[in-house]
C-alpha cells in the first residue's frame, strides 16, 4: 500500500528557512509527480510545488517562486522542499501528495487542483510567526 510521510516542520523567524521531507513508500512505479500542498486555517489547501519523477521538471506557484525548491531522490524515495525567506504568510499544514504524471504540469494552476491527487500524507506544521 502506497503511503506518504512528512517531516521537518516547525516554527521559524521570519526570513528564516525550513527543510520538509517526504518519505514515499509502497509505489510501484516511478511515472509520478510528486507534489507539495499547504492549507491555512480556513483557506482551501492549495498547491506550492510540483516534480515529475520521471522529467525531473519542477513547478511553483508564482508565490514561492525563487524561495522554495523541490528535490527528488529517486533511490530514498524521498520528496524535499526546502523553504527559504519565509513570512508569515506561509504559515499552514504542508502536505506531500502523489498524482498522476500527466497532470504535473497543471495541477498547481486547476482551480481544484487537489482532486487530482491519488495519495496524500498526513502533514507537518510549518509556523513563522508575525
Known amino acids: 500500500q502506497a503511503q506518504l510521510m512528512e517531516s521537518g516542520g516547525g516554527s521559524v523567524q521570519a526570513g528564516g528557512s525550513l527543510r520538509l521531507s517526504c518519505s514515499a513508500s509502497?509505489?510501484?512505479?516511478?511515472?509520478?509527480?510528486m507534489g507539495w500542498f499547504r492549507q491555512s486555517p480556513g483557506k482551501e489547501r492549495e498547491g506550492v510545488a510540483a516534480?515529475?519523477?520521471?522529467?525531473?521538471?519542477?513547478y511553483y506557484t508564482d508565490s514561492v517562486k525563487g524561495r522554495f525548491t523541490i528535490s527528488e531522490d529517486s533511490a530514498k524515495q524521498s520528496v524535499d522542499l526546502q523553504m527559504n525567506s519565509l513570512t508569515s504568510v506561509d504559515t499552514a499544514m504542508y502536505y506531500c501528495?502523489?498524482?498522476?504524471?500527466?497532470?504535473?504540469?497543471?495541477?498547481?494552476?486547476?482551480?481544484?487542483?487537489?482532486?487530482?491527487?491519488?495519495?496524500w500524507g498526513r502533514g507537518t506544521q510549518v509556523a513563522v510567526p508575525s
Open positions: 501528495a502523489a498524482l498522476p504524471a500527466v497532470f504535473c504540469p497543471t495541477v498547481l494552476t486547476e482551480t481544484h487542483g487537489t482532486r487530482r491527487v491519488s495519495y
Open positions: 509502497g509505489f510501484t512505479n516511478n511515472d509520478n509527480c
Open positions: 516534480i515529475s519523477s520521471r522529467s525531473g521538471r519542477t
